[in-house]
């Protein structure tokens, strides 16, 4: 970390370096488009505004100097915030998130705003209202999503970490299709205060990164209460594994059908693990059947409630020239702001919160949501950590000759349930195969997150971190930069 922070602080400090290296990451990005906006000296004077913590030590800190990128639905003080709406296109952020503001107090330093399905409802980065991003591995191929463009950044080396929002897995499963570690932490554990609501039940902040060690760092500075975020709570590490092999929970799949290279990779996996001297244990978590539907009626609910305040008064472009009743201004500026998919989730959750329709829907998804953690916390009485596939198939063509929406939805079986049971996960890269990244998951009980961590820094002494070929490698001076490794 030492020889990344030189090299950092050089880059953004050293203005001919500087241009040279955003000339190398724009010149990347055309091909990707995983930024909606960059501009690291932006990010640089809100740092020079931002106060050392009291306390602080001397030394040079792992964060110090090191750029990052943001989703765009995580405000930035002075960069926009888009949620990646056409509704929301000329929006200025007049504060940051906690999670910016502690990350900005270690000295990282914010560059850019990452691309994303609009308010994050998406699985592929294609419902953006300013263009879709590309998978850095093969450029017909989507980057996963809603955070496509934060793991798109990061395996192309434009960054060493970004920030993403995992509301049913939209940080770990395209940081799975792009061949990167992506970090979904407890509910609670990361203060949501900056973050846009679409489902505040379910959503939280987390991490994208080449590297284990600053996924961890990075982590570590964004924990703990923020009074600002009554969903937060105080962090207390779950207990130490010490003196006895890590036993990981297998779950039957039982009728889920996993793609052949995906199955491959779920075979390889478990293999690898026994390797290393991991007992597997099979375990039952038979709620999983019902689990995608619940998830989405609790989540379009959600969205319902949170989205209402962008209606072109309060928030959001209002239609130009338009001058009916306040009623017909927000039904035309919703209807020319906002893309297909996020007016059907709001629609859909408007309809199950209605009244004589709540017992049928919505209170039955909770009842359901209930099932989930009960089954999770009796697994994790017998277990210490639980391995999914991520996504059932390995990263799909963009466009018609991919997923349609509904079977993107139905893809999600394996992520979102971390999110129904607000228990951390992690997704690492498992396989290389055709040429494209497959990746898997590891759950934990509640503020696990260090077990999780060590768990992905074993695995990867059998499968290391792929390098993409399209990745940023060459620094402005010619050399190497330091991103390589766990």
Known sequence: ?????????????????????????????????????????????????TPTPQGKTDGIDPLQGIPFAVKDNI?????????????????????SATVVQRLMERGAVPIGKTNLDEFGMGSSTQNSGFGMSYNPWNLERVPGGSSGGSAAAVAAGLVPFALGSDTG??????????????????????????????????????????????????????????????SSVAYQQAAELKGRRLTVGVPALGS???????????????????????????????????????YYVIACAEAS????????????????GFTGNPEQLVR????????????????????????????QYYLRAQRIRTAIRREFVEAFSGVDLILMPVYPCAPFRCGSEGLDPFAQK???IF??????????????????????????????????????????????????????PLALRADSGGGKSPRAGR
Request: aromatic fraction near 8%.
């Open 169 to 230: 897995g939209s940080v770990r499963q395209p940081a799975a299709f792009c061949g990167v570690y992506g970090l979904k932490p407890t509910y609670g554990a990361v203060s949501r205060f900056g973050l846009v609501a679409y489902a505040s039940s379910l959503e939280v902040i987390g991490v994208i990164s080449r590297r284990i060690d600053t996924i961890r760092n990075v982590f570590q500075a964004m924990r703990g209460q923020d009074p600002r975020d009554h």
């Open 256 to 294: 889920i059908s996993l793609e052949e290279e995906v199955r491959g990779a779920w075979e390889k996996t478990r293999e690898g693990l026994k390797q290393l001297g991991v007992v597997l244990k099979a375990i039952e978590l038979p709620s999983l059947e019902y689990l995608v539907s619940a």
């Open 1 to 49: 970390m030492m020889e990344a922070n030189t090299f950092w602080n050089t880059v953004l400090t050293d203005p001919l370096r500087q241009e040279s290296w955003l000339s190398s990451v724009r010149e990347v990005d055309r091909k990707i488009h995983a930024f909606l906006q960059i501009d690291p000296e932006l990010g640089l004077a809100a740092c020079k505004q």
């Open 305 to 320: 409630a949170n989205l209402a305040r962008f209606d072109g008064i309060r928030y959001g472009s209002r239609a130009v």
């Open 415 to 468: 992520t979102c349930s971390a999110n129904m049971a607000g228990l951390p996960a992690v997704s690492f890269p498992a396989a290389l195969e055709n040429g494209l990244p497959i990746g898997m998951q590891f759950l934990g009980p509640p503020f696990a997150e260090e077990r999780l961590l060590r768990a992905c820094e074993r695995f990867a002494e059998v499968i290391p971190v792929p390098d993409c």
């Open 332 to 359: 035309l500026s919703r209807s020319r702001g906002l893309g297909d998919e996020v007016k059907l989730r709001i629609l859909l959750g408007t309809y199950v919160l209605r009244s004589g329709f709540q017992d």
């Open 410 to 412: 139905l893809s999600d």
């Open 75 to 95: 405000a930035v003080q002075g960069f926009k915030l888009t949620c990646g709406s056409k509704l929301l296109k000329d929006f200025l952020s007049p504060y």
